[in-house]
């Protein structure tokens, strides 16, 4: 079956603008995870979500990260203002429910000039 | 921060089992350690997990210590694609918290 997708796969942009990514989870895993990656670094929690709802927003680093899952599938993370220091590879994960095995997508690699 | 130690390296011939080491003496009783791989550019790709009993799938081999406190991850006949960076990660919560983990190369 179709695994974890995530749009655009690579997404350039310039200092100070807005970002969305999106991540289309597995067809019926209720729970879904966004990490961020750096060069060389293990991936780092970012939010994760159960249904439409924020279970664990604690890794989002300030607020211009933001992320949304009105419906409880597609999934956008959403970045104000960019800064340099925010590019880095942005991977989703869907998991049937919190508990159980995530199941990541190819990532998103963010660049921001 | 992380709550699993790993080499940051190590080298194994193809064909021969890789064995891969990770501590982890601060696990709690009821969280799961799971093992991931990365090859370069790709998302992370899930092995094995475990609680306290030894583990195994078509993929590889996850032996725990009875305390807990470290496990190893076995490639029975490594192949030069399973040339990859491996994580060892505890659960908490639902989250996955990743360390620096092991770059294995796999050498013909």
């Known amino acids: 079956g179709a695994g974890v997708s995530q749009t655009p796969s690579n997404k350039v942009t310039e200092k100070g603008k807005y970002v969305e990514l999106r991540c289309d989870p597995i067809?019926?895993?209720?729970?879904l995870y966004w990490y961020r990656q750096s060069l060389g670094q293990g991936p780092e929690f970012l939010i994760y979500f159960q249904g439409t709802g924020a279970a664990d927003d604690s890794g989002l680093p300030n607020d211009r990260f933001f992320a949304v899952r009105p419906e409880g599938s597609v999934s956008t993370l959403k970045i104000q203002r960019t800064e340099r220091g925010d590019s880095a590879v942005y991977l989703c994960a869907s998991s049937s429910r919190a508990v159980e095995t995530q199941y990541f997508g190819p990532g998103t690699r963010l660049l921001v000039l | 921060d992380a709550k699993t130690t790993q080499p940051p390296s190590m080298d194994c011939a193809e064909g021969r089992a890789a064995n891969l080491p990770c501590n982890h003496s601060t696990i709690s009783g009821n969280e799961y350690v799971y093992w991931y791989r990365q090859i370069h550019s790709q998302g992370p790709q899930y092995i094995i997990h475990?609680?306290?009993n030894n583990e195994t799938n078509e993929m590889a081999s996850l032996i725990i210590t009875e305390d807990r406190k470290s496990s190893t991850l076995i490639l029975p006949h490594a192949t030069l694609r399973d040339t990859a960076v491996y994580y060892c990660?505890?659960?908490?919560?639902?989250?996955?918290?990743f360390g620096q983990g092991t770059e294995l190369s796999v050498k013909p």
């Open positions: 067809s019926g895993h209720t729970a």
């Open positions: 990660i505890v659960r908490v919560r639902g989250k996955l918290i």
């Open positions: 475990g609680l306290k």
